[in-house]
T-cell receptor, first 119, second 112 residues
């Protein structure tokens, strides 16, 4: 299956700093990527949908000025957590949509996740 | 409102035993239903994906069933192994696969 990578796998930062997380589709071009957040023992929550070359679409309740998303190429989307605070500590997972998979096939491939800890 | 409910919430079984996880959904329009395995601290990995016309699909020791009429799915794990310990998530997609509704998962622990 298709491969999606994330970098870094884990990051620890001080409160008030900004953290950038990269999501790459390694063997396909992803016109659409998705960013999720997962708190312990909870399911994935969609934060935003990232479309290459256009602004991201944020889910209700997600601050677009705090979680900056850039999808500058067909294989790379970045999520920047600005002025991070301890409550932003979470597991951030991206997924990439394979446009060639068709409506009935596996269309989203998940990255391995990034563990963010804000002290 | 689109919802996916899973049961049980958690499950402990002995190595070598079988188990079945349940998923009920109210998602419309329906595109497909997926089962994912998520190890702790890792991203979800797809196990099976089924469209409305498929009743069952297997992937090794994993067998998923789908009843589109009752909107129920199950994931059966045969001859469990310690490495099967993980969270199993039922995900229903709509809108051509772009919109995913996630279940809260079943936390499975396989013990010796």
């Amino acid at each position: 299956g298709a491969v999606v990578s994330q970098h870094p796998s884990r990051v620890i930062c001080k409160s008030g700093t900004s953290v950038k997380i990269e999501c790459r589709s390694l063997d396909f071009q992803a016109t659409t990527m998705f960013w999720y957040r997962q708190f312990p023992k909870q399911s994935l929550m969609l934060m935003a949908t990232s479309n290459e070359g256009s602004k991201a679409t944020y889910e209700q309740g997600v601050e677009k000025d705090k979680f900056l998303i850039n999808h500058a190429s067909l294989t790379l989307s970045t999520l920047t957590v600005t002025s991070a605070h301890p409550e932003d500590s979470s597991f951030y997972i991206c997924s990439a949509r394979d446009p060639m998979a068709g409506a009935w096939g596996e269309t989203q491939y998940f990255g391995p996740g990034t563990r963010l800890l804000v002290l | 409102k689109n919802q996916v409910e899973q049961s049980p919430q958690s499950l402990i079984i002995l190595e070598g035993k079988n188990c079945t996880l349940q998923c009920n959904y109210t998602v419309s329009p329906f595109s497909n239903l997926r089962w994912y395995k998520q190890d702790t601290g890792r991203g979800p990995v797809s196990l099976t994906i089924m469209t409305f016309s498929e009743n069952t699909k297997s992937n090794g020791r994993y067998t998923a069933t789908l009843d589109a009429d009752t909107k129920q799915s199950s994931l059966h794990i045969t001859a469990s192994q310690l490495s099967d310990s993980a969270s199993y998530i039922c995900v229903v997609s709509s809108g051509g696969g772009n919109k995913l509704t996630f279940g809260t998962g079943t936390q499975l622990k396989v013990e010796l």
